[in-house]
T-cell receptor, first 116, second 111 residues
């Protein structure tokens, strides 16, 4: 149980385009979802926390107009990287929790984004 | 602000050795601590989760200990195998804030 999927697993796009990444909880209802970014050989950096039906809470330094997060249902959250640039190339990982921030998080397999 | 440090950053050992990975955290008021494994280009696989009231957790060849008062956790891997090669991440859950991750230990087990 507690499986989280992400789609796509890899995406290559041209600079200036927008890319949407989906995060789904397959067998539980995710009240809270988290989006992380990971640079090569670095740890995970939390970008934002989203609760179903409400606006996401962004970490300091993360542009909310650049990284649009939607958590419209208890099983789906999306991250849209708008007007992507090469510096947005990274590994994006989501996680989901059936409770609040203190509850166990289950991680997705990640999405590799390459912006040319 | 919680900070998590993992030592060493990288470790290379011959197959069959027992090894210890270290994790330290600055604020002992934690809810739980979790060890993850990450293979290159992949997501995170949860290995062990220790609640704040527990001292250790075991799963197969893995044993994780927690000393909350001193702000330390160790992950012990017995009889290491090449398949254990990966990055191991420690993450602290303080209950009212998001998970805080260490930078990880990159483990290579040489056949």
């Amino acid at each position: 149980g507690a499986v989280v999927s992400q789609h796509p697993s890899r995406v290559i796009c041209k600079s200036g385009t927008s890319v949407k990444i989906e995060c789904r909880s397959l067998d539980f209802q995710a009240t809270t979802m988290f989006w992380y970014r990971q640079f090569p050989k670095q740890s995970l950096m939390l970008m934002a926390t989203s609760n179903e039906g409400s606006k996401a809470t962004y970490e300091q330094g993360v542009e909310k107009d650049k990284f649009l997060i939607n958590h419209a249902s208890l099983t789906l959250s999306t991250l849209t990287v708008t007007s992507a640039h090469p510096e947005d190339s990274s590994f994006y990982i989501c996680s989901a929790s059936s409770g609040g921030i203190g509850e166990t998080q289950y991680f997705g397999p990640g999405t590799r984004l390459l912006v040319l | 602000k919680q900070e998590v440090t993992q030592i060493p950053a990288a470790l290379s050992v011959p197959e069959g050795e027992n090894l210890v990975l270290n994790c330290s955290f600055t604020d002992s008021a934690i809810y739980n601590l979790q060890w993850f494994r990450q293979d290159p280009g992949k997501g995170l696989t949860s290995l062990l989760l220790i609640q704040s009231s527990q001292r250790e957790q075991t799963s197969g060849r893995l044993n994780a200990s927690l000393d909350k008062s001193s702000g330390r956790s160790t992950l012990y891997i017995a009889a290491s195998q090449p398949g254990d090669s990966a990055t191991y991440l420690c993450a602290v859950n303080s209950g009212n804030t998001p998970l805080v991750f260490g930078k990880g230990t990159r483990l290579s087990v040489i056949a």
